[in-house]
Nanobody
């Protein structure tokens, strides 16, 4: 079993910053790409940013220049530094990871339970 746990969400005023963390634990053999997604009320889940095991990153246009994704492979932890937050960034933020569990012959996609980010105007 592999678990992903997000933390760091909360309420912040527009223009403020938050740092989200996503810690993977359990029977992990390897983790490849990891990513952050978000889902606002009444909307579909959307990509925020992704990062490969080698550190290559990709961002949604709406967050470029404001958000920074990073990871610590030794700790199996991923981060999302969010600056200059806007009310439209309000959503539940989810992390995911593509990897292989111990004694598994195939890769899996794991998801966290989500953390709420609310940006007030």
């Amino acid at each position: 079993q592999v678990q992903l746990v997000e933390s760091g969400g909360g309420l912040v005023q527009a223009g403020g910053s938050l740092r989200l963390s996503c810690a993977a634990s359990g029977s992990i053999f390897s983790i490849n790409a990891m990513g952050w997604y978000r889902q606002a009320p009444g909307k579909e889940r959307e990509l925020v940013a992704t990062i490969t095991s080698g550190g290559s990153t990709n961002y949604a246009d709406s967050v470029k220049g404001r958000f920074t994704i990073s990871r610590d492979n030794a700790k199996n932890t991923m981060y999302l530094q969010m600056n200059s937050l806007k009310p439209e960034d309000t959503a539940v933020y989810y992390c995911n990871a593509n990897g292989r569990a111990l004694f598994s012959g195939s890769t899996s996609l794991w998801w966290g339970q989500g953390t709420q980010v609310t940006v007030s105007s």
